[in-house]
């Protein structure tokens, strides 16, 4: 089982709620090991676990993304206002975070988009089809020996 911690940067007002071990360093955790294994003579599986992280990273590329609060105030075309009315809910969850010592915020961009299509939506102002232009498409690689 993988090790709990407390929200990273989390605001000290909130209740501190566990979460699992951060995406980001979960893929580090992985790419340490297929430096070991290459360092083994295992070059292969290395290489294996390397595609897997590219492909890990590009898929949640949205969610690991971290907006400042001017970027994500751009992206939403919504004010700071509105980013600090969600802050709350979104860094219990660990998709909002603030760097103490500079007092910024920052907001994971997945978030940012999935509340304003879901705003948009429940206003039925677009169409689901729409809401996904909202994303830029990740590209993948090809994996090793795939057709």
């Known amino acids: 089982m993988a090790k709990r911690e407390k929200i990273p940067g989390g605001d000290p007002e909130l209740d ?3 979460m699992m071990v951060p995406l980001e360093e979960v893929l580090m ?3 340490s090991d297929a430096l070991v294994l290459e360092h083994h003579g295992y070059s292969s599986h290395a290489e294996d676990l390397r595609l897997l ?3 890990v990273a590009g898929a949640t590329r949205d969610y690991s ?3 400042s609060e001017d970027e994500a105030a751009r992206l939403s075309h919504r004010d700071r206002r509105w980013l600090l009315e969600r802050y709350r809910a979104w860094a219990i969850t ?3 975070r603030c ?3 500079e007092g910024l915020r920052e907001y994971r961009r997945l978030v940012v988009l999935a509340t304003v ?3 948009l939506l429940a206003l039925d102002t677009i169409s689901v089809s729409a809401c996904a232009t909202l994303s830029v498409p990740v590209q993948t690689h090809a994996r090793r020996g795939a057709p």
């Open 99 to 101: 760097h103490r010592s």
């Open 53 to 55: 992280c590219e492909d």
């Open 94 to 96: 660990g998709h909002a």
């Open 117 to 119: 299509a879901e705003e």
């Open 65 to 67: 993304t971290w907006l």
């Open 16 to 18: 501190q709620t566990e």
């Open 29 to 31: 955790g992985v790419r």
